[in-house]
């Protein structure tokens, strides 16, 4: 199969996709730990507590993984965030070794501010970009991700395996 040649890609003038996709990360992580500054948490536990509402059951090793932190450091936020009352861990019915994560009625509470913030950054950054070029983008970033997250996503069920193993 001929993979198409992107000129852009080989002209050392050229911006390179990836500085473009960091930045653009960046800058929108920022702005919205500025929009969520009265927010009583930080952004990292913000982000976690996301996550898990996403991955509702998950495993602290998943979840580590997929937020690409140390299990220690997410360890060390989930236990102050189920000490005020937003995460909680249960046993896992599957594995006794393991607990799994999921969100408290007062962490689900937040979500739909985090939410609203979310979308005022999603919506300054988007200022000018036609519906059409958003559509573009989305699917380009989804066809991104796909290409790059199949390997990685086999490599965060490796790793989770032995973190559980590890555990035990």
Not at 14 to 41: Q, T
Not at 145 to 162: H, M, Q, S, T, Y
């Amino acid at each position: 199969m001929n993979e198409p040649q992107h000129e852009l890609l080989l002209d050392p003038k050229s911006p390179h996709i990836g500085f473009l996709l960091a930045d653009a990360s960046r800058l929108m992580r920022k702005r919205f730990e500025h929009e969520s500054r009265d927010i009583a948490m930080t952004a990292a536990q913000m982000k976690i507590l996301a996550r898990v509402w996403k991955m509702e059951g998950t495993s602290q090793a998943r979840l580590a993984n997929a937020l690409d932190l140390e299990p220690i450091t997410l360890c060390r936020h989930v236990d102050r965030m189920e000490a005020a009352g937003l995460v909680e861990r249960r046993p896992d019915p599957a594995d006794r070794r393991a607990r799994q994560l999921f969100t408290t009625e007062a962490g689900r509470a937040l979500l739909p501010d985090m939410r609203i913030r979310g979308e005022r950054v999603v919506k300054a950054a988007l200022r000018g970009v036609s519906e059409a070029d958003v559509q573009t983008v989305i699917a380009t970033l989804n066809t991104i991700i796909a290409n790059l997250g199949e390997d990685g996503d086999r490599a965060c069920d490796l790793a989770a395996a032995a973190q559980v193993t590890e555990d035990a």
